[in-house]
Nanobody, 123 residues
Framework: QVQLVESGGGLVQAGASLRLSCAAS????????MGWFRQAPGKEREFVAT????????YYADSVKGRFAVSRDNAKNTVYLQMNSLTPEDTAVYFC????????????????WGQGTQVTVSS
């Protein structure tokens, strides 16, 4: 399985932007569709975005559509999540995940997970 390490989280004010990164190792990156999920305190983990192996296809949760953008650099084995116009409701631990071949929005389809990075948005 591929190993994943997220970075880029932090504390920002509402309206700010952040870019999360997720570096993959130990596998052939282009075999994996990648996903971003988040989990706020006391809530279940929820889908944020996913991107296909080539990067041509993306899919977003309604709550982030138009504000967040997922991308990947297969030469660097890295997937990104650009987050704009952040609100306090975006506060959560953000996880990246890898799944063989096809994109998916359900967490149980993903085989490998990172440790997460905290994003906190103050009002």
């Amino acid at each position: 399985q591929v190993q994943l390490v997220e970075s880029g989280g932090g504390l920002v004010q509402a309206g700010a932007s952040l870019r999360l990164s997720c570096a993959a190792s130990g596998g052939t990156f282009t075999r994996y569709a990648m996903g971003w999920f988040r989990q706020a305190p006391g809530k279940e983990r929820e889908f944020v975005a996913t991107i296909s192996r080539s990067g041509e296809t993306t899919y977003y949760a309604d709550s982030v559509k138009g504000r967040f953008a997922v991308s990947r650099d297969n030469a660097k084995n890295t997937v990104y999540l650009q987050m704009n116009s952040l609100t306090p409701e975006d506060t959560a631990v953000y996880f990246c995940a890898a799944r063989r071949y096809e994109i998916a929005s359900l967490s149980y389809y993903y085989d490998s997970w990172g440790q997460g990075t905290q994003v906190t948005v103050s009002s």
